[in-house]
């Protein structure tokens, strides 16, 4: 019974053993440093105790001497601890390499986590912006280097930093930074333009984002921040280009290097007609109306090179076309380089420049041409093929008489009808030039004397045929024919020029009598008064001349001054002449200049030349007080103080729109009382006593 619980025990054991053993090699911690020393110490265990029972067992049945079997044990054991040895030897040194191979690979991926590590860093820190990590609290946890560098605060300063700590006093933009977190949240992603609080108190502003993350199953959100100072600079640049471009008057055109339209602004839309679809479907060359020609193209690589302006002609969408001023530049969309063309419609500046040009060229009252045109004109037809060539020089007779007389204004119509008579004489395509005020040349290429004489025949006969009123219209006209071109042409100008005024001497005087007596008609036909007036001073002057012991001729000629001397009249209004009320301070002034212009008119005319000082100077003053030149005594002709005398007189005793008539006795006794000083003391007296017939 003992024996039989013995052996069971044992059995028990051996499968208690087995079941380790084969736990130990097999399990799934064998690969654990204690089971894989356990392995070997089993495996040692289980060959030992082998070799003993089967080594005994066998050297029993074999040998049978004792001694043999001692020696058989010794050589038995040093066979087992070689065999062992080497057992262990091998289990050891797989193991070792196992190991080692271990160290390798583990030494190996530690590497490769370092350089990983190194390079992430290199990211981490190289990046442009602030890159973050905040954990589920909004505390800062994880930054990189540049965070600190745009902050200006230190690492220790930012750990733990709270992301609402950057906004302090700043409501609007902690309210837009806690949006894009609940964005963020919700949807995975948020961003925020914020202005960033830096260390020194001043904002940068950036542009940050937020996105949700899980590590270790802890939440964080994490993001990164551009400072977009510059950004925001080139927008305000970029907002102003816009606003230059959409608010200019100019026209704007992107061009490609092929000439299409790639973009225009309003102001191009708005002058061409086109609209903006229509624009990126045409070409500047549909603008120019041309195929592509070498002049433009090579326009366009100047342009493109180094900039250019030029001026050429834009067609409209309606067809009209348009003087422009382009203004080409290169320069770069992105990365494509185009042209950018600014059109100014130059259309009035031109129409500027060719009145500039044509008023440099042309009389402005008459429309002729003027002594520029002439002399460049002169040179140009001055070549053989024009031979030959009749040079008409035409002076207007009596133009200053005119001017005086009856104003500028009647001159300068005589002036524009004699230059229409010398246009239709002439016809249009003749060379007319208004050289001076009153002088005209006429340039007749191919053309001989008896062709210069008709077209002068047809001049004289249309000036004599023409009429105005109170202006006789005349000219004198002479000319000359350069036959060679061996003949200097300025000779031939000359010669024009003598001829002209050989004629002139004769009609000219002529002319200017009949002015003066149809001046003088005028004048009475505006005012009855004045034919009465001057027609009795003349007669009064005459009187006193004669009691002065006058030659006949000087009698003659103070009774013409008494009748002329107020002709200057003539330029004054009729409305002042006839007045009935009291004339203001400038109608007075219109009536002192009378003798001046009197004095302009007669001087002209030869036979009246010697008058004309009595006519300036009948309203001076014995004592110097008259006008207009304030002459006194003697200083003033003795006919211009009888004249003073004769017309002060019949002025008095004669009715006025605004005055009675003085009686004989009160305008003597005023004749009187200004006798010495308004009036010569002797003629005065000559007058009232020998004239008059009355007592001193």
């Not at 041409?369 to 002169?378: D, K, M, P, V």
Request: neutral net charge.
């Amino acid at each position: 019974m003992v024996k039989r619980s013995n052996s069971n025990s044992k059995n028990q054991i051996r499968k208690i053993f087995v079941f380790n053993f084969v736990k130990i090699l097999f399990g799934e911690h064998s690969s654990s440093p204690r089971r894989k020393a356990l392995k070997i110490t089993y495996i040692y265990f289980l060959i030992g105790s082998l070799w003993i029972l089967l080594s005994e067992k066998l050297v029993e049945f074999l040998i049978k001497e004792q001694s043999i079997i001692i020696l058989v044990s010794i050589v038995k054991g040093w066979v087992y601890v070689f065999i062992t040895s080497i057992l262990i030897f091998s289990l050891i040194f797989t193991e070792m390499k196992k190991v080692t191979e271990s160290k390798d690979k583990i030494k190996k991926i530690n590497d490769e986590l370092n350089r990983e590590k190194k390079f992430m860093e290199a990211i981490f820190n190289s990046m442009p912006g602030i890159v973050y990590l905040y954990d589920d609290k909004s505390n800062l946890v994880r930054w990189n280097k540049k965070y600190n560098e745009m902050t200006g605060f230190s690492t220790k300063e930012l750990s733990g930093m709270s992301l609402l700590e950057w906004y302090q006093g700043d409501e609007k933009t902690r309210k837009s930074v806690l949006e894009a977190i609940e964005r963020a949240t919700n949807t995975g992603f948020g961003d925020v333009e914020a202005n960033l609080q830096i260390k020194d108190g001043t904002t940068i502003p950036m542009y940050l984002t937020a996105s949700p993350v899980k590590i270790e199953g802890k939440s964080y959100f994490t993001g990164i921040g551009i400072d977009i100072t510059q950004r925001n600079i080139l927008n305000k640049k970029l907002e102003k280009y816009q606003l230059l471009a959409e608010r200019a008057n100019d026209a704007m055109l992107f061009l490609d290097k092929e000439g299409n339209i790639l973009e225009v602004n309003d102001a191009a839309i708005k002058i061409y007609g086109y609209t903006y679809k229509e624009f990126l479907s045409i070409s500047i060359f549909d603008l120019r109306h041309v195929e592509k020609p070498d002049h433009i193209i090579e326009q366009m690589e100047i342009a493109n090179k180094e900039g250019t302006i030029f001026e050429t002609i834009h067609y409209l969408k309606n067809g009209n076309s348009m003087p422009v001023e382009v203004s080409s530049q290169g320069t770069f969309l992105g990365d494509r380089r185009i042209l950018l063309s600014i059109v100014r419609d130059i259309t009035e500046r031109k129409k500027a420049e060719e009145e500039i040009i044509y008023l440099s060229y042309h009389d402005q009252l008459t429309g002729l041409y003027n002594r520029r045109f002439y002399e460049e004109e002169l040179k140009r037809l001055d070549t053989e093929r024009n031979m030959p060539i009749t040079v008409v020089m035409a002076d207007v007779n009596g133009l200053k008489l005119t001017n005086d007389a009856f104003g500028h204004k009647a001159g300068d119509m005589l002036l524009e009808k004699i230059s229409n008579i010398l246009k239709r004489e002439c016809g249009a395509n003749e060379s007319i030039s208004r050289i001076g005020g009153d002088e005209f040349v006429i340039l007749l290429p191919r053309t001989d004397k008896k062709e210069a004489i008709e077209i002068v025949r047809r001049i004289n006969v249309a000036i004599a045929n023409e009429k105005m009123e109170n202006v006789i219209v005349s000219i004198s006209i002479g000319f000359g024919v350069k036959q060679d071109i061996s003949e200097d042409i300025n000779e031939v100008f000359k010669k024009a020029e003598a001829n002209m005024y050989r004629n002139k001497l004769s009609e000219s005087s002529i002319m200017r009598s009949k002015t003066v007596e149809l001046i003088m008609k005028s004048l009475y036909e505006k005012s009855n008064t004045e034919l009465v007036h001057s027609k009795r001073t003349s007669e009064i002057c005459k009187a006193i001349a004669i009691k002065l012991n006058f030659e006949e001729d000087d009698i003659n000629n103070i009774r013409i001054a008494g009748l002329m001397h107020d002709i200057g009249k003539i330029g004054i209004n009729e409305n002042i002449l006839n007045k009935v009320e009291k004339l203001n301070s400038d109608e007075w002034h219109d009536i002192m200049r009378h003798s001046e212009v009197g004095y302009q008119i007669l001087r002209s005319v030869n036979e009246f030349s010697k008058i004309a000082d009595y006519v300036l100077e009948h309203h001076e003053s014995w004592n110097g007080k008259g006008y207009p030149q304030g002459l006194k005594g003697e200083e003033i002709h003795i006919e211009a103080r009888i004249i003073a005398v004769a017309d002060s007189y019949d002025t008095m005793i004669s009715d006025r729109t605004y005055r009675r008539a003085l009686s004989e006795e009160e305008a003597i006794k005023e004749i009187k009382r200004c006798s010495g000083t308004q009036f010569d003391p002797d003629i005065a007296k000559v007058f009232v006593e020998k004239v008059l017939g009355k007592g001193w």
